[in-house]
């Protein structure tokens, strides 16, 4: 069974920094793409970024691309996601999941408040 843990949310001002992690287990995570969904309050989901599993290419949203960074460890099978200069509108639930463009199974999600 895939199990994903999102940790490291909060609340930033805008221009803050966040650093999210996700530690996996339950399946081969190496071979695996990875991606982060979030999604906003009354909103449905959004796809963030994704970073596939063999030669780690990473695609971004239009609004993250040059502030948001997607990497892994896969000897720790962790996914991270570093976001720097966030913005109001980034604020929401970020979910980890395992997938390409945010479809697959995923976590409970780690909350994003991103405010003054």
């Known amino acids: 069974e895939d199990q994903l843990v999102e940790s490291g949310g909060g609340w930033v001002q805008p221009g803050g920094s966040l650093r999210l992690s996700c530690a996996t287990s339950g399946f081969t995570f190496s071979s695996s793409p990875m991606s982060w969904l979030r999604q906003a309050p009354g909103k449905g989901g959004e796809w963030v970024s994704t970073i596939l599993g063999g030669p780690e290419i990473t695609y971004y949203r239009d609004s993250v691309k040059g502030r948001f960074t997607i990497s892994r460890d896969n000897a720790k099978s962790m996914l991270y996601l570093q976001m720097n200069r966030l913005e109001p509108e980034d604020t929401g639930v970020y979910y980890c999941?395992?997938?390409?463009?945010?479809?697959?199974?995923r976590g409970q999600g780690t909350q994003v408040t991103v405010s003054s």
């Open positions: 999941v395992k997938g390409a463009y945010g479809v697959g199974s």
